[in-house]
């Protein structure tokens, strides 16, 4: 029998790691909701009724709200999110001990260039510096974005 031919040994599965899509902003909420004034929405953000959601701004005093997706859709299904906070790390952190700035532009659904405007504002640092072109971006510890998304929940 050729190796073809021959079937594969069983294996255990690898253990599926379920991703969350990248954090919802206000408007994509809003869009979402549909029946629902912005003033509605941060109200349910800032009571709870939205459980997981992140403050992403630079610097300023408007804030620049995301909302986990899976949260949104507890909220609206009526129940309770019993997300807890390794939960929430799981979905959005990849296990990768450095994180490109491209990626977590991609997380947070902001411009790479607001993660720059982070790390100038002292919310995140470098682990390593990035160069120009393909492939050259800058990286960020993954303890420091959790840190991060720790301190910016909006409680």
Known sequence: MN??????????????????????SLSGVLSLLGNRSQFQ???????????????????????LLRVLPAALADFMQGRDCKLQWPDVVALLV????????????HILNVTPEHIYNLVRAKALSFCARGRRGRGGSALVPRNDFVRFLRQRRVL
């Open 41 to 63: 929405v941060l109200r349910e953000i800032d009571s709870g009724g939205i459980l997981w959601a992140f403050d992403c701004r630079a610097a300023g005093p408007k804030r």
């Open 3 to 24: 190796a073809i031919a021959e079937p594969l040994p069983a294996s255990s599965p690898a253990p599926l790691v379920r991703r969350s899509k990248p954090l919802l």
């Open 94 to 105: 990849p296990p990768e001990p450095r994180l490109c700035v491209a990626w977590l532009a």
